[in-house]
């Protein structure tokens, strides 16, 4: 069974400093994990994924996250916080022990910008 | 390209009542979902369709039907709605489970309100 936990359910950072979202994962089989973003009132929009390539994956706007085996983490980082950063951001994980491959979602990290 | 198109954008119904949400992808992907979004649980699976003609039940299908028309369209449907089923619901689809990429792309929502 496969499983992901966002450690903060809201973090509030000030413009120009940076960004860390934390997020733990459990998977029974080597997983492919994902993180996603949501503007309000907006759909979810990919932001990177991991797939057993290089353990640091960049993103878009300046996002990227390293895949930690040993602590079975997957955070998000960025070193400058803009205001268009203000969203809901997603850590997903996905392996081959369901049927149907399917996505499990983590419960979202709300992410404030002050000026 | 529209990618995934959702309709209706915003439902009121009243307890009891069945609607249909439907959902179309112009990317001839094979696989096609539903979410449903509430606070702070992230997004949880209804229903998914790995391929035309097939349809599994997802984390939370019950009070939920789904119809797998053709390859394009996947509906929802609520036939006896209930205030708990007052969600965002989303539509995804990606192009085959086995596929390496496995990035889903999502429509922009549906926001269902059941008094």
């Known amino acids: 069974a496969q499983s992901v936990t966002q450690l903060d359910s809201h973090v509030s950072v000030s413009e120009g400093t ?30 990177l994924k ?36 203000a969203a809901e ?18 419960g979202g990290t709300r992410l404030m910008v002050k000026p | 390209n529209a990618g995934v198109t959702q309709t209706p954008k915003f439902q009121v119904l009243k307890t009891g009542q069945s609607m249909t ?25 209804i229903y998914y369709s790995a391929s035309e003609g097939t349809t599994d039940k997802g984390e939370v299908p019950n009070g939920y039907n789904v119809s797998r028309l053709n390859k394009r369209e996947f509906s929802l449907r609520l036939e006896s709605a209930a205030p708990s089923q007052t969600s965002v619901y989303f539509c995804a689809s990606r192009d085959r489970i ?3 990429a496995n990035v889903l792309t999502f429509g922009a929502g549906s926001r269902l309100t059941v008094l």
């Open chain 1, 50 to 85: 991991y797939t057993s390539a290089a353990t640091l994956v960049k993103g878009i706007n300046g996002f990227e996250a390293e895949f930690k085996k040993s602590e079975t983490s997957f955070h998000l980082t960025k070193p400058s916080a803009h205001m268009s950063d």
């Open chain 2, 21 to 45: 949400l439907q959902c179309a992808q112009d990317m001839n992907h094979n696989s096609m979902y539903w979410y449903r979004q509430d606070p702070g649980m992230g997004l949880r699976l």
């Open chain 1, 18 to 47: 940076p960004v860390l979202l934390r997020c733990n994962y459990s998977s029974s089989y080597s997983p492919s994990l994902f993180w996603y973003v949501q503007h309000p009132n907006k759909g979810l929009q990919l932001l």
């Open chain 2, 98 to 100: 086995s596929s390496g």
């Open chain 1, 89 to 106: 951001y997603f850590c997903v994980v996905s392996d081959y022990s369901n049927a149907g491959n399917m996505l499990t979602f983590g």
